[in-house]
């Protein structure tokens, strides 16, 4: 704070005893010391951890004790003032004096990063984003100067920048020396060169003769000893300019884009002042002439010819700056640096609120042409900042996939190395996420995002082998089913661009190869070892994990792995694989007799795999698929008539074995369902198409005359086919005879009286079994026709085989004492309900009630705790369980990160109106701390369902409480007007001996137990009478 009054007769003064840093925090009780950040002569500083956040403290040791320092906090609490809406800068909030230490101290808000560092952290910024930072420093100096302040040390280590790409400017240097000698850098080196990097963006104008500052016999006594005493007179002469923090900012703005090359050192400006340099080689490498022109004009010798900050802001509007930072992303991204946007999940929402208005602004309007280095993301990059410092805080699911919504919306829009730098390490943060959900969405945001990206950039070459696929390797066994159901969902694509990749690095290395005047191949380009190699250990890794996968305990899990893709694998690994990995595991979802869907899925794939393996896997599929047509539920049977038809099209299928299914599938011609029909008959036309016509007339119409009502010629025409066909069997006799118990006794009893109607047999007596001469007789009663026998006989084979397989279910079924199917027991699972009672219990006491308190609180979800709160205020009293104030501020403060630049209040339950009005009222800010950081100065919030939730349990307790009083009132109505029953006759018996009224009585009430009634009469007095006495001598009143 006070370096302003160090003159050379203080830094003359040789310390009495040196302190560490953590030593000045003994006795400050609001702040706890965290780490050191440096020391220099001038200041020591340190990270301390206060209630609201991470804050830096800055500690000057007075070493004379007659220093003034009155008038230099009173300086810095006007520029707070001053400061407080300028949103871009961030100045000290609190300034204090230890008079037992001997030492003043500064503190404002910690930001982790400050531009030197963000420069070289990756992800490197690319061009819009340097041009956003470089408008947000000007923007920051236009700010301060519109509001009074000079800076007076404007370098990139004062420049912050948070996680989101936020510009603070901070170390506000006002109180440092405004003029320095030119001969003597002790005082640069004391004041202005904290990190010793010897860079300096002092204005030239700022250096003068060494001999205004200080006697010669001062500098004779210490050549080290700065020679600025600002004390009185001479401060006041060294006004700051505007123009000097005009200088600073352009060479902030030069090493911003020059990649961290600094524009001036110490000797090169005092040359510069004096003509004698220009720093010409580092303004060329400012590729943007538009930035190169602003920093020249910026850097002027003169300072009449620097312009003011505004002035560079509306020359450089569409120039430099696109015009998209002016009418939408600076008041757009300012929202999020107030303090009303406290949390991650609030930013996200917000944003996923307006994707639409962004969307329509960013992407409508184009970058100038001198930024051709970035045409594809145009400031949706700046936007996509903000997501990504926000994903790591997220607290919330429906945050979490409300930022992965967004990611998805935003991928088709950005380039590359947006996608695979900023994007993907987050989605693969994800993919650990506690939330089953979020770990699901993630994997298939990810799919969707590395499906985009077409050409690979040098640096991401080994990005699946040795990131991607070993960083979601774990998804393939998470607990939660949903999880491995989008791993099984995702594979085949992931597969498939992990292929891609390797393919477009070996295409890039071949034509680098193959082009003479290319560039020597470096390893980053080029993948360790050959593309076997590589293929091959890919092929592995994804083997691993699909294996697991169709071995996996869930059905669903493998039933989608078949429908998402399993064509995709084949052409991954290959033929030889496909068939050993693929098809092997594949055959084994047929043993399934309890998971019919897991049988389809087969039928529905199968074609895909055996059209790759070729036609040498007909003699492996064929008992499968005459399996299917056998199979107890009629959706498979028809999905492998479907899968049959299709590996006949494609000539997979011999033609011996396409005569042995035309015989099987010919009797399904008459079956009752319809779908099976249509597919018996869409396989039979296919092969009349395969098949000459010599062999449809010798070989398939024999098997076709039992189902069609006459000859036909154009067989290979379904129309033509399905309108000969003879009616199918009934559906009721169909179900009955394949539900019998012995079908087999049946079908021969069917038999021979078939024989008997064609003279084979003379006789056919009845059947001796009852059961099977009581099963005739139902099927006699329900219209069976001798027609409708031979069509069941012609079904024999496959109602056999259909019956056996529904047995086999059953007999299984009986093993598995499960739950019934879509029921869930919520006891089970632990589950406690979100309920609240709407009538009030009676009071308890104060320690009593706070006992129950942490019980309760257990017990609640803690999403919903952290959604709703598990705390009221007390307008609305037991609307949910109460608590301290202390457990008010742990269990309403969100997590925070360092970089964030907004106040993280804690959740208040004391309904300060004033104090909500002053802080709604307040103009945007990035202020952490207030003067006095008192717990009186927190923001009072409670989050929004919250307040609505307690809305609506006073609303619905007030509509019991009305509707329990109503029913009262008609209770006693009723009672009151109940008429006597039927006989009764008034007696004159004496019930008791009463001091009654004087007057007449008015109205009576009874109380709430019925042992006591009130009565007032105009006598002017009320009588309380209790009712359990009113029998002989001993009623009382009260």
């Known amino acids: 704070v006070l370096a302003a009054i160090m003159g050379n007769q203080l830094a003359g003064i040789a310390p009495s005893q040196i302190l560490s840093v953590e030593s000045y925090f003994s006795d400050i009780h609001d702040f706890e010391y965290d780490k050191s950040l440096g020391s220099t002569r001038f200041f020591k500083v340190a990270r301390a951890k206060h209630r609201e956040g991470l804050v830096v403290v800055k500690v000057f040791a007075i070493q004379d004790p ?6 230099y906090k009173q300086e810095l609490e006007e520029l707070k003032i001053r400061l407080h809406s300028a949103q871009n800068c961030l100045p000290f909030q609190k300034a204090a004096e230890k008079a037992s230490e001997k030492a003043a101290m500064l503190f404002r808000q910690y930001v982790r990063d400050n531009l030197y560092d963000r420069i070289s952290t990756r992800p490197f910024l690319n061009n819009i984003e340097k041009r956003w930072i470089a408008f947000q420093i000007l923007t920051a100096v236009d700010q301060a100067h519109k ?56 204005a030239p104008e700022r250096f003068v003769d060494g001999g205004l500052f200080a006697t010669e016999l001062e500098y004779m006594r210490d050549p080290s000893t700065p020679l600025v005493d600002l004390n009185s007179n001479q401060r006041t002469r060294g006004e700051l300019k505007r123009a000097m923090d005009i200088f600073s900012a352009g060479c902030v703005i030069a090493e911003l884009f020059t990649e961290g090359v600094p524009l001036f050192d110490l000797s090169q400006l005092l040359a510069y002042r004096n003509g004698q340099f220009f720093p010409e080689q580092v303004l060329n490498k400012i590729e943007d002439c538009s930035i190169r022109e602003l920093v020249t004009q910026m850097i002027h010798r003169e300072p009449d010819k620097r312009l003011e900050a505004e002035d560079y802001l509306k020359q450089q509007r569409g120039n430099a700056f696109p015009e998209i930072f002016y009418t939408f992303l600076q008041p757009y991204m300012a929202q999020f640096a107030k303090e009303t946007f406290l949390s991650a999940d609030e930013r996200i929402l917000v944003i996923r609120k307006d994707l639409g208005n962004i969307i329509h602004n960013l992407c409508g309007h184009d970058l100038p042409e001198k930024a051709e280095g970035e045409p594809k993301e145009n400031g949706l990059v700046i936007l996509v900042s903000v997501i990504t410092s926000c994903l790591q805080t997220l607290k919330y699911c429906d945050s979490k996939l409300a930022a992965l919504e967004l990611i998805l919306h935003l991928a088709p829009r950005l380039s590359v190395e947006i996608l695979l730098d900023r994007i993907t390490p987050y989605l693969l943060h994800f993919s650990s996420d506690s939330v089953p959900r979020v770990r699901a969405e993630a994997l ?50 992931l597969a498939e661009t992990a292929l891609r990749f390797l393919e477009l690095v070996q295409l890039k290395n071949l034509s680098m190869e193959n082009d003479p005047n290319s ?35 869930e059905n669903i899990v493998k039933q989608t792995l078949m429908e998402n893709g399993i064509t995709r694998l084949c052409v991954f690994f290959g033929r030889q694989k496909a068939n050993d990995v693929l098809l092997s595991h594949m055959i084994t979802f047929l043993n399934d007799k309890n998971d019919w869907h897991l049988r389809g899925a087969f039928f529905d794939s199968i074609v895909g795999v055996a059209a790759y393996v070729g036609w040498q896997s007909s003699s492996i599929l064929k008992p499968l698929l005459q399996q299917g047509l056998s199979d107890a539920e009629e959706f498979v049977i028809v999905k492998a008539l479907n899968a049959l038809t299709c590996m006949c099209q494609l000539g997979l299928l ?20 319809l779908w099976i029909r249509y597919g018996a008959v869409g396989f039979i036309t296919v092969v009349a198409h395969q098949i000459s016509t010599a062999d449809v007339y010798c070989k398939l119409m024999p098997y076709l005359d039992p189902y069609i009502t ?14 000969v066909l003879k009616e199918p069997v009934s559906r009721s006799i169909f179900d009955y005879a394949l539900r019998s118990k012995d079908i087999t006794s049946l079908f021969r009893h069917l038999h021979m009286r078939q024989k008997k109607r064609n003279g084979s047999l003379p006789d056919c007596p009845p059947p001796e079994d009852p059961t099977i001469a009581q099963l005739l007789k139902k099927l006699l009663s329900q219209g069976m026709t001798e027609e409708e026998e031979d069509k069941l006989l012609a079904l024999k084979d496959f109602m056999m085989k259909s019956n056996k397989a529904k047995a086999n279910i059953v007999d299984q079924s009986h093993l598995h004492d499960s739950s019934q199917k879509g029921v869930i027991d919520l006891a089970a699972l632990g589950i406690t309900g979100r309920q609240v009672d709407l009538v009030k219990t009676k009071q308890e006491p104060d320690d009593k009630r706070a006992r129950k308190h942490v019980k309760q609180d257990s017990n609640v979800n803690e999403e919903w705790k952290s959604m709703f709160g598990s705390l009221e205020p007390p307008s609305i009293p037991q609307a949910l369980p109460k608590g301290s104030d202390q457990e008010v501020i742990q269990a309403g403060k969100p997590p925070r990160s360092e ?51 307690q809305q609506l349990i006073q609303q619905k307790r007030e509509q019991c409480n009305a509707e329990r009083i109503a029913k009262q009132m008609m209770e006693n109505a009723e009672w009151e007007s109940k008429p006597p029953p039927p006989g009764w006759r008034p007696k004159g018996l004496l019930v008791a001996h009463l001091h009654e009224h004087k007057s007449a009585v008015n109205r009576i009430r009874v109380s709430d137990e019925h042992s006591l009634f009130a009565t007032c009469s105009n006598d002017g007095t009320v009588k309380i009478w209790n009712s359990q006495k009113m029998e002989g001598k001993t009623t009382t009143t009260r």
């Open 66 to 71: 007659t220093l003034p320092l009155t008038s």
């Open 519 to 553: 560039e020597e191949i470096d390893e980053v380009t080029h993948p360790s070892g050959n593309y076997d190699t590589e293929l091959q250990a890919l092929h592995e890794m994804v083997q691993q994990k699909v294996v697991t996968l169709l071995s996996d305990p």
């Open 444 to 493: 298939r945001t990810l799919t969707k995002v590395l499906a985009l990206v077409k050409e690979v950039p040098r640096n991401d070459v080994n990005i699946y082998p040795e990131y991607i696929l070993p960083g979601i390797a774990h998804l393939a066994q998470d607990d939660a089913t949903i999880v491995r159901l989008a791993y099984a969902e995702n594979i085949a694509l």
């Open 654 to 673: 011999q033609k011996p074995h396409v005569y042995e299914f035309a015989s099987d599938i010919a009797p399904f011609l008459c079956h009752p369902n």
């Open 899 to 949: 970089s964030s630049a907004g106040i993280c209040a804690p959740l208040s339950t004391s309904p300060q109106v004033p104090e909500v009005t002053n802080v709604q009222n307040r103009k945007p800010t990035i202020q952490v701390l207030s003067s006095t950081i008192l717990p009186s100065t927190y923001q009072i919030r409670i989050t929004t369902c919250k307040t609505e939730l």
């Open 147 to 202: 509001s009074g302040v000079r800076h007076g040390d404007i370098k990139t280590e004062n420049v912050m920048v948070t996680s989101w790409n936020w510009v603070l400017l901070t170390d506000f240097a006002s109180f440092k020396p405004t003029y320095l000698p030119e001969d003597n850098p002790a005082d640069f080196n004391y004041f202005f060169d904290t990190s010793r990097r010897r860079t300096c963006y002092i």
């Open 710 to 723: 006459q000859p036909i010629i154009q067989i290979e025409r379904k129309l033509v086919l399905l309108s």
